[in-house]
């Protein structure tokens, strides 16, 4: 596949297309399957980059990854983890931020781990300080090294105490991957409680840990001896789900998501019809379309769960360029994800960012030099022009507006869209998008 591709905009989207299990669970189930004493299989994984690079990093660790009888199904043998050269891993650097997240595995099952720079996408900072607190209240000695991180349990790691600055979905995991194995009770106050950590916690209960979900974002887990393989389907996609509904109100077109679940898309829902779109839930998944008639502005608060995900916000402002009045979007999760705006602005948006807060809710990066709040006034005729991927949910964004624009784009950097959307050039035809590379 080229790196590039010339999208000719202006046919509505209509058809189908199947959402697999979640980029943001599949890779963490495929890090826990390192704590288990037998193989586990994961269903429904779906072919993107970000699992490729989790595939190779684990395959470095010597755990055994092979493609199972289903389609979509992965079959991963931990069993010779101790044999693993781990000084290879730093070839990694640089291409995803699921590295870190083998602390703990690699901790329990090797006594140290060598973590290299991360990489991921360019939207905030992305400090992992967190995740270095929590492994150093567990009793690891951490050390930064120019090309990473030398981390050891001379000790083993120890149930504690801790409660997170914020409700980090990494540093979550990263307690409940330390924690499991860990010798006593560790109870985490200020958890993320986002549908994928609750379903890694119901995929590290079948291998045998002991996790308790309490009110206000409270984790308990009482750490066990041993674990043992999984066997999991995990849950659907929510972000692509978001992604082809925002896609089909932008391009006034109708698309069923087949795979999706209401229960996961409950906020994400009620912002889509107050927009003005369509949706109907079906025993497969949900349809989503433009019913007519003028969409409306909005204003929305990006938040941790259950709030509306920072992940959702990027395919929607591209639907909201086409609602009449003016949309407030504060994104209070990372503080630089309108990077993506001036592409819009430049295929005919009006889109201004501020550095205030503009939402009810006063976030960390308000009266800072972060402009995370976006105002976006509609309706705008978008037209097509060249346009380059920033990152993954940014670069899907691009591609909507260049499916709603008049006239060709030419979009470049689409590999990064295969990062966490599979088969997305495939998925696009398959709706009638004139697409070509
Ligand atoms: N943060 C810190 N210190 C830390 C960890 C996080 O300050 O040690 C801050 C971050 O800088 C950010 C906020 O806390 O401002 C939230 O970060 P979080 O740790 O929750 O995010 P993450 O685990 O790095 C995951 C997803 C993201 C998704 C966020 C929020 C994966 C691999 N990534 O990131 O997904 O946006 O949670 O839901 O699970 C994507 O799929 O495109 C993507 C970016």
């Not at 789900?241 to 906020?267: F, Y």
């Not at 927009?275 to 349809?287: K, L, N, S, W, Y």
């Amino acid at each position: 596949m080229t790196d590039a591709l010339t999208v000719h905009g202006g046919t509505p989207l209509r058809g189908q297309v199947r959402v697999r299990g979640a980029k943001n669970l599949v890779s963490k189930a495929m890090v826990a399957a390192v704590l288990g004493d037998a193989p586990s299989r994961l269903y429904d994984v779906p072919r993107i980059r970000d699992v490729e690079v989790v595939r190779t990093l684990l395959e470095l660790h010597e755990v055994r990854v092979r493609d199972g009888a289903e389609p979509g199904e992965l079959v991963l043998d931990p069993a010779n983890v101790e044999q693993a050269q781990v000084d290879e891993i730093n070839v990694h650097a640089g291409s995803s931020r699921i590295p870190v997240l083998l602390c703990g595995p690699l901790l329990h099952r090797l006594g140290h781990a060598f973590i290299p720079d991360l990489g991921g996408c360019n939207i905030g900072g992305r400090p992992i300080d967190f995740h270095l607190q929590s492994l150093r209240e567990f009793g690891a000695i951490v050390d930064k090294t120019p090309t990473g991180l030398d981390i050891s349990a001379p000790n083993g790691l120890h149930g504690t105490k801790l409660a997170l600055p914020y409700p980090s979905v990494g540093a979550t995991e990263q307690v409940l991957l330390t924690a499991v194995l860990a010798e006593g009770v560790t109870e985490l106050r200020n958890a993320a409680v986002e549908p994928e950590i609750v379903d890694l916690i119901c995929l590290l209960q079948k291998m045998g840990a002991i996790i308790q979900v309490h009110t206000d974002r409270v984790i308990e887990i009482e750490g066990v001896q041993r674990l043992g393989g999984y066997a999991h389907r995990p849950i659907p996609d929510r972000i692509e789900v978001a992604s082809w509904a925002a896609a089909a109100l932008a391009t006034r077109g109708d698309v069923l998501v087949r795979g999706a679940r209401q229960v996961d898309m409950m906020t994400f829902l009620n912002v889509f019809r107050s927009v003005g779109g369509a949706f109907e839930v079906t025993d497969t998944g949900i349809r989503f379309w433009y019913p007519g008639g003028e969409l409306s502005a909005v204003a929305i608060e990006t938040d941790v769960h259950p709030g509306f995900m920072t992940d959702w916000q990027q395919p929607l402002v591209v639907a909201l360029t086409q609602a009449r009045g003016l949309s407030i979007v504060h994104e209070t999760v990372y503080e630089r994800r309108f990077g993506y705006v001036d592409a819009l602005n430049a295929m005919g948006a009006t889109i201004q960012v501020y550095r205030e807060c503009l939402g009810g809710t006063p976030c960390r990066w308000g009266r800072r030099n972060f402009q995370h709040s976006a105002v976006i006034a509609g309706p705008s005729k978008l037209h097509g022009a060249d346009l380059v991927v920033p990152d993954l949910r940014a670069g899907f964004s691009h591609l909507i507006a260049a499916l709603a624009a008049e006239g060709a784009s030419r979009v470049y950097g689409v590999q990064l869209i295969n990062r966490g959307y599979e088969d997305f050039e495939a998925k696009l035809r398959a709706l009638g998008a004139h697409v070509d590379g």
